[in-house]
């Protein structure tokens, strides 16, 4: 099976917009806690992009306070130094809510 079969009902609108916010999102986290703040940094903006025209809320999630984290995470890794090894916090990591 091929991405392109998986991601076919969310080819475009809303859902595929709000799914591909919450891929960069996750990439995003990942590179936190990898000390890539670059990457991270860019793909924090391009989940914020992506997830602000589905709030407050979609699918039953939380995504006002889902982009609050997000915002949250974006100045911390905006006060680090490039690429630098910070051994982030999990805690400060956004996470899902529902309603």
């Not at 969310?10 to 590179?31: D, I, K, P, V």
């Not at 999990?90 to 309603?99: G, K, T, V």
């Amino acid at each position: 099976m091929t991405i392109s079969k998986i991601s076919s009902p969310f080819e475009s609108g809303q859902s595929a917009e709000f799914f591909h916010g919450l891929m960069e999102l996750a990439a995003a986290c990942y590179h936190l806690k990898q000390g890539n703040i670059f990457g991270a940094r860019y793909l924090l903006t391009s989940a914020e992009d992506l997830l602000t025209p589905c709030g407050p809320s979609y699918q039953g999630i939380d995504v006002g306070r889902l982009l609050a984290q997000v915002e949250h995470c974006r100045t911390l890794a905006n006060s680090l130094e490039a690429d630098e090894d910070i051994g982030f916090d999990e805690a400060y990591l956004p996470s899902i809510n529902f309603y």
